[in-house]
């Protein structure tokens, strides 16, 4: 871009013209923000208001400007020019919305307002307009690991929407554990009968596509790359190695049955008539409609259903969790029985039995045919003559001694990942508080030690897990994003679901995959924010090789170069700026966000003298949860503290802490973060970025400590997009508490 | 054991719920249950010490071929029928009536607790207006008085005295409905036939023997 040239909006519509002295915003903007274009309008968000700011830029050339208008999250639409570098001062949300309009407060108000003009006159100058990520790759082909239902859905999804796919299976043949099933759940009115898996027809297309190329036998023996430019190398038994462009990748590698054989108490092992639902899944399937026969041949006359045998534990030997599917699976399989022979006895042993969609209506359905449930917690399965003993207690009559005679006893054992590698066990833990979850993951002791991706990243050869050897992914906000951009998990690898359940993610997933590749392609970013151009990038003579960006990175963008340099895959990078926070010399940056962009603002705004007794003070607040938060109080009318001045972030986790030493070294009183809530039930849309964020400002207080100040004058907060009505609160309580320990002893230097 | 009970236990061997399924009144539905238990909840007996099994596990107790237990139980005789259970059960389980037909099976079969005041009121009721077609007040009630003994009734009749004085007095009451006099319907054989008729039908739709 040629000569830069700065200039100033300043609207005066929504009541700031009443509220505030625009004439005064103007001279702010002019004489201290130095912008060489200002310019008044009371409606900049019409069509004659962007009109104007057109004109400049054609004919003016204006290639930077404040708006001062209302929040940045607000009329978007309006205030879109692609070329221009566009910063916004938030006078309608972050002033008049939420301050009273009292004579009073007019002055403090008036203050406040100035002081955001002044912020994006600042932040403004410190931009440029982002171009694009020039290393794209505009592969379009999708590679779907796992031939499954969730795999074969995917890829069938995919190719519908115009994309070539690459199915990679591990065994002989497609259909994954769908097609060892007899039947499957209903899935139509009336729910009543188990119905044909579906698995000859998806074969079927998937093998009259010819969108779809199926490797059986193979595995993935490399991934290279980035979104739009991965490099897989298939590994196909018998042949050699194949090598794929592809654009993204589902996986889809499912689930593992738990093993049977950790649970000798309930007989399994000790007679070959204990088995779990696969087995009986075998049995019928064999008997094909007919009376379903054990191993050695003798007619089945009574069978009991054990369900969450070995899942559902509290005790942390077996898994905690539910599978989600077996409920449904023994009511099915016991209509098997019913319906091939109705004197048989069948006994469902449960303790709440869950049936979700339309189940139902075929747990009535299997009563209708006479099935027993019985709420009861299975103690014991022994031999006994040519049958079995279940012991168990019975949890209605409170029974402890109950015991049934059964030809043959169903565990229902529930389902493990196969979710490759845990990489957190095989690297350190970055974060304290980690080292407890990596150990419990590992004496799960179901992580397959097999990489199933095998990708070249520096953070580890497969998708980060989040609980329990599942793939990452919020299950209400972005249920099919993993850690690894372009590359989504679908179906029960990701959670236990039944087919229904990964049928419909495997669709979203394929979605989701093209979205992304499409993004990738044009240089964009993909979730959270969705198509941002801009892309980090770091001054290498200034890098000290510390790695703290490369180990950071929450979605592994960053690999090392020969020279241990940081090497960006910038379509890998979802544009969070965590690297950008680690940064102890502070060399990386993004074109419109940096340490620059935040820091000018931060100097920017002026701090009365102590003897004024009006403090300052900052809020760094994360754009998805805690600025929207302040954006929904403004517009309730939830008044807060005039001393407050609101800076918002991509994430915590792109807070560098210079932004905290030089607010409070140029005479800030206090500095309020405000993130998403971590952990286990995390909210940030970055997964990790809020935790890496809080880590390294818990670091903060011993520089607090060297400046002589006071813990307090730093607040971490947790803040969610519905606390409108609390966030004031807290803001005007931490303002009384910072007038409650003094101003701070930096003013005016 | 009564013929009855001995024929049955040995036609339905060790499933209970299927004697109960065929054999008592709405005994079907038993199999629907889903142990939620809001009929046990919502049971205005079940606040005080009357029941021993709540319907809830009475199902269960069936389910689990707890024969004995279930048949001997005074619990179904119990019942108010308020229909709370009724209104209230998420799986339309028509409890009230399921519990009266375990009753009416467990009496059928003789194993009904004797002199259980609900099953001897609803024996005196049925044979009294049975008899002319009306309720012969006088008599219904000092059979309920002296159900426990001379003394006893005596002592509850003097404890009602200035009630049924009053019904006297109002004319609810007819005193000498004591000697058979009072309210009759006008076609005694006809009632009878019809009481007659209906037992067949019932014996017919059941398929077994007419009693009494």
Not at chain 1, 624 to 644: G, H, K, Q, T
């Amino acid at each position: 871009m040629a000569e830069k040239k700065h200039a100033a909006y300043i609207c005066s519509g929504c009541g700031l013209g009443e509220r505030l002295d625009i004439a005064a915003l103007e001279a702010v903007a002019k004489k201290e923000g130095k912008m060489q274009i200002v310019r008044t309008h009371p409606f900049l968000c019409s069509e004659e208001g962007v009109a104007m700011i057109r004109a400049d830029i054609d004919n003016e050339g204006v290639t930077h400007a404040a708006i001062c208008a209302c929040s940045r999250r607000a009329k978007t639409d309006a205030f879109n020019f692609p070329t221009t570098a566009i910063a916004r001062g938030n006078l309608r949300e972050g002033v008049i919305w939420v301050r009273p309009d009292t004579e009073e407060a007019r002055e403090t108000t008036q203050e406040m307002a100035e002081d955001y003009v002044r912020m994006a006159c600042a932040e403004v100058k410190a931009m440029t307009q982002p171009a694009g990520n020039p290393n794209t790759g505009t592969n379009k082909t999708l590679l779907v690991v796992g031939g499954g239902i969730s795999g074969m859905t995917a890829a069938l999804e995919a190719s519908k929407a115009g994309y070539k796919v690459v199915l990679v299976e591990k065994t002989g043949q497609l259909g994954g554990w769908a097609a060892r099933l007899h039947r499957r759940v209903p899935t139509r009115e009336p729910f009543k009968s188990p119905e044909d898996t579906g698995v000859a027809d998806l074969v079927a297309q998937i093998e009259a596509d010819p969108n779809i190329k199926v490797y059986l036998n193979a595995t993935i023996a490399k991934t290279a790359g980035a979104p739009g430019r991965f490099k897989v190398d298939i590994a196909v038994e018998s042949g050699p190695t194949v090598t794929a462009d592809i654009g993204a990748i589902v996986q889809a590698t499912g689930f593992s049955l738990y093993d049977a054989n950790k649970l000798p108490h309930l007989g399994y092992g000790k007679s070959p008539h204990v088995v779990d639902q696969a087995g009986l899944e075998a049995l019928a399937k064999a008997a094909n409609g007919g009376v379903i026969k054990r191993a050695d041949g003798k007619e089945v006359k009574s069978v009991v259903f054990v369900q969450c045998a070995g899942q559902r534990d509290a005790s942390g030997e077996h898994l905690p969790y539910c599978s989600g599917y077996c409920c449904n699976t023994s009511i099915k399989q016991a209509i098997y029985l019913k319906d091939a022979n109705p004197d048989v006895d069948t006994v469902v042993l449960f303790t709440d039995l869950r049936t979700p969609g339309n189940g139902e209506d075929f747990y009535r359905a299997a009563q209708n045919r006479g099935v027993i449930f019985s709420k009861g917690v299975v103690s014991e399965v022994v031999p006994s003559g040519d049958g079995l003993t279940v012991k168990f207690h019975d949890l209605i009559l409170d029974d402890k001694n109950a015991q049934i005679v059964a030809d043959l006893v169903v565990l229902a054992t529930g389902v493990v990942p196969n979710s490759g590698v845990n990489i957190e066990a095989l690297t350190a833990p970055q974060v304290e508080g980690q080292e407890a979850q990596v150990s419990e993951a590992s004496q799960l002791g179901e992580v397959k030690p097999v990489s199933i991706l095998n990708l070249t990243y520096r953070q580890g050869p497969d998708i980060p897990q989040l609980k329990w050897g599942f793939t990452d992914s919020h299950f209400i906000c972005f249920p099919y994003e993993t850690r690894r951009t372009a590359i989504y998990t679908a179906g029960p690898v990701r959670r236990p679901m039944d087919i229904a359940q990964a049928i419909e993610d495997a669709t979203g997933a394929a979605m989701k995959a093209i979205q992304a590749m499409e993004n990738a392609g044009l240089g964009r970013a993909a979730h959270p924010r969705s198509g941002d151009l801009s892309f980090p990038t770091a001054r290498l003579e200034g890098c000290t090789q510390c790695k703290r960006c490369t180990v950071e990175c929450p979605f592994g963008a960053i690999d090392e170069d020969e020279k241990r340099f940081p090497l960006f895959n910038e379509s890998r990078c979802r544009r969070c700026g965590t690297c950008m926070g680690a940064c102890p010399v502070r060399v990386i940056s993004f074109e419109n966000y940096s340490i620059n962009t935040v820091g000018a603002q931060i100097k920017a705004v002026n701090i009365p003298d102590e003897f004024e007794n009006k403090p300052r003070i900052l809020i760094l607040a994360c754009e998805n949860d805690a600025y929207p938060a302040l954006d929904m109080a403004a517009l309730n009318r939830n008044c807060y503290s005039a001393y407050v001045r609101a800076i918002p972030v991509r994430c915590l986790g792109s807070v560098n802490t210079i932004w905290i030493t030089d607010a409070l070294n140029s005479g800030f009183d206090g500095v309020m973060l405000m993130g998403c809530k971590h952990g286990e039930e995390y909210q940030c849309h970055f997964v990790k970025g809020s935790e890496l964020g809080r880590y390294r400002m818990s670091k903060v207080y011993d520089t607090l400590k060297g400046m002589n100040l006071e813990p307090e004058r730093v607040l971490d907060l947790e803040v969610a997009i519905t606390d409108l009505h609390t966030l004031p609160k807290k803001i005007d309580e931490y303002t009384a508490k910072i007038m409650e320990i003094g101003l701070s002893p930096f003013k005016g230097f | 054991m009564s013929n009855a009970n001995q024929a049955m236990a040995a036609r339905y061997k060790n499933n209970f719920l299927k004697e109960i399924e065929e054999q008592a009144e709405m005994g079907e539905w038993v199999k629907m249950c889903m142990q939620c238990g809001v009929c046990s909840g919502s049971c205005p007996t079940h606040f005080h010490p009357g029941w021993e099994h709540p319907p809830q596990e009475i199902f269960m107790m069936i389910r689990a071929g707890k024969r004995e237990e279930v048949l001997t139980s005074p619990s179904m005789w119990m019942c108010t029928s308020c229909y709370n259970c009724y209104v209230r059960c998420p799986r339309k389980l028509p409890i009230t009536h399921i519990m009266h037909g375990i009753a009416e099976y467990a009496y059928r079969l003789g194993l009904a607790p004797k002199m259980q005041p609900t099953l001897h009121l609803s024996q005196t009721f049925w044979r009294n207006c049975t008899k002319t077609g009306r309720v012969n007040e006088v008599r219904l009630t000092q059979s309920l008085y002296f159900k426990d003994g001379f003394m006893a009734g005596i002592k509850k009749g003097l404890e009602m005295k200035d009630v049924a004085l009053g019904l006297i007095k109002a004319k609810r009451l007819n005193i000498l409905e004591a000697l058979g006099f009072g309210h009759k319907c006008k076609d005694q054989q006809g009632i009878q036939k019809m009481l007659a008729k209906a037992r067949e039908l019932e014996a017919k739709r059941k398929n077994r023997q007419v009693t009494a």
